[in-house]
Nanobody, 126 residues
């Protein structure tokens, strides 16, 4: 069964750090681009970052310099290191395959073949 599972969410103070993991099962992650999306309370889901299958990252402006995406294909896992967190980063974070940059944001490729995780909640608050 094809699955993506996020872990590492939680509560953090402004300025703090967290690392999210996205573990893939049932398929080989190294054949896919993988990215992170987030949905803040009352807002639409937005793309945050995408890393291609060859390891090239793309970040949206709001997280550039603060978030770092990486992948360990040997572990079939991707990671999102989040530093200098702000209250506006509070959201449910989802990982998904087959992402791509588009018009300053990150989207999943047309065709509806992306795999999605169920999300991990990040709350940035003092």
């Amino acid at each position: 069964q094809v699955q993506l599972g996020e872990s590492g969410g939680g509560l953090v103070q402004p300025g703090g750090s967290l690392r999210l993991s996205c573990a893939a099962s049932g398929f080989t992650l190294d054949d896919h681009a993988i990215g992170w999306f987030r949905q803040a309370p009352g807002k639409e889901r937005e793309g945050v970052v995408c890393i291609s299958d060859d390891g090239s990252p793309y970040y949206v402006d709001s997280v550039k310099g603060r978030f770092t995406i990486s992948r360990d294909d040997a572990k079939n896992t991707a990671y999102l290191q989040m530093d200098s967190l702000k209250p506006e980063d509070t959201a449910v974070y989802f990982c998904a395959t087959d992402c791509q940059p588009y018009g300053g944001t990150v989207v999943t490729a047309p065709g509806g073949m992306a795999h999605w995780g169920k999300g991990a909640r990040i709350t940035v608050s003092s």
